[in-house]
């Protein structure tokens, strides 16, 4: 499946069928997980696999929205070290996800809301905690696509400070080719001076270039 059709085409799924998820496709969502990367590589999540029917009914009692958990032919519990951001634990999660999705199976993260009692039930050592678990199965047929909008891309996106739009098309082509090297030509840095929709002055650009002349970074100040 094409990344981006992956992507764009999940949606949480919390109604599964029984049938079990394959040991290669198990294995291709752990495997997902595991090369996320992480702050400093530190690879602090650790996954705890459930699929003992008994378990999976235990384990959703520690969360206030997991009624489909018990269900879901594999749970997967994503846990982080107390000291540790919860943004590697997401990255794992999304790469699990995506990966089953791209296998045709299909998911939903739920959150632990009791983290005390999640932590005895997986039994846990101190200093550790679940940053949120996965239910993941094969989608009943008549699973209806979630139909929950997303924002439109332009009223959550700003460019180069908070509140500014996409420049109109003509201003903005003219301020970037006011900024690109001439092509071809081996730059270590250039600067120019241009004006900005948005901006009362003058804002200096700084470009600095790669050896090839392809422009490596930009800079507004
Ligand atoms: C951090 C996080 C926690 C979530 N927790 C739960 C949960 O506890 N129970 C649940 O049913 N769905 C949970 N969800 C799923 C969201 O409800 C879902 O991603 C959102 O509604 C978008 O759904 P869609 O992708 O199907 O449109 C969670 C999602 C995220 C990202």
Redesign the pocket.
Known sequence: MDAYKAIVG?????RYLHTPIPAEVEHRILQAGRMAGSSKNDQPYRFVVLKDPERKMEFSGS??????VPSAPMVIAIVMPDTHL?FDA?RA?QNMMLAAWADGVAS??????NAEYAKKVLGLPPGHHVA?AI?FGYPQPEQA??????LPLEEITYYERWGQRQLSGASATMSMANCEPPPGRMLASATCTTMRAGYSGPLKCSIHTSWNGRRSAMSWK
Do not use: E, I, Y
Request: glycine fraction near 10%; hydrophobic fraction near 30%; charge should be positive.
């Open positions: 999940k949606r949480d799924v919390r969360g206030n929205f997991m009624t489909h919860g997401g999660a939903c993260p739920v959150v632990a809301h949120l239910a696509r979630s139909n929950q909008k997303r």
